[in-house]
């Protein structure tokens, strides 16, 4: 198993509240990633982090802001939750290399 | 620009035959690839990764994939499925010197092993 966290893991909202997903990594990676994936369908990179105060936005256009204060942290925030923000939200992390990305549980989002 | 295909929506295969599960890529430079399992409501667990060296590479579970240049292609294969493979596969390619890391996934492909 990775080291990599992801809060909360399910999370029901109403429209228009602000939400933060939480991702954390303990293997010291400086490269980490969000991706949205519908149930059973591809994944879509949405933000990515190359370090500490670098981000970079994605291949899907998303609403949603990211953060890098902290190597271990990456921490995705959508201001006014809609519903079709409804999605599952998968960090990933890696060490860069030749190394392959390591994925958190997924955080299952529903905006009713 | 890279990019994987992944033909088949869903395999399906009886329990003790071979699984495959088909994937072609493209890449303008060397690949790095990547096959990932993943199961209702969890996240993506790494299979295996071709990144240089023996064109067969195994890897968790029984699983194993064969690297063919020519035909640009990183079939992922199990010689005896069981009922528990059943899941969603993902083949990920990113090119060998790009320094984000980024990957490419296919669209995945759910095998589902019958009893």
């Known amino acids: 198993e990775a080291d990599i966290y992801q809060t909360p893991r399910y999370l029901v909202i109403g429209t228009g509240k602000k939400i933060t997903l939480e991702c954390s990594q303990t293997?010291?990676?400086?490269?980490m990633y969000w991706y949205q994936q519908d149930p059973g369908m591809e994944l879509h990179l949405i933000h990515y982090?190359?370090?500490?105060?670098?981000?970079e936005k994605g291949d899907l256009s998303s609403e949603s802001t990211v953060s890098r204060i902290r190597t271990e942290h990456f921490p995705l925030t959508l201001e006014s939750a809609r519903p079709s923000h409804t999605s599952q939200y998968l960090c990933a992390s890696t060490g860069g290399g030749r190394g392959e990305q390591y994925f958190g549980p997924g955080t299952r989002l529903t905006v009713t | 620009a890279q990019s994987v295909a992944q033909p088949e929506d869903q395999v399906n295969v009886a329990e003790g035959n071979p699984l495959t599960v088909k994937c072609t890529y493209s890449?303008?430079?060397?690949?790095?690839l990547f096959w990932y399992v993943q199961y209702p409501n969890r996240g993506l667990q790494f299979l295996l990764k071709y990144i240089t060296g023996d064109n067969l590479v195994k890897g968790s579970y029984g699983f194993e994939a064969e690297f063919n240049k020519s035909q640009t292609s990183f079939h992922l294969k199990k010689p005896s499925a069981l009922v528990s493979d059943s899941a969603l596969y993902f083949c990920?390619?990113?090119?060998?010197?790009?320094?984000?890391?980024?990957?490419?996934f296919g669209k995945g492909n759910q095998v589902v092993v019958i009893p």
């Open positions: 982090s190359y370090g500490v105060n670098s981000t």
């Open positions: 293997m010291g990676h400086d490269k």
């Open positions: 890449v303008s430079g060397n690949p790095y």
């Open positions: 990920a390619v990113r090119e060998a010197l790009a320094g984000n890391n980024r990957l490419a």
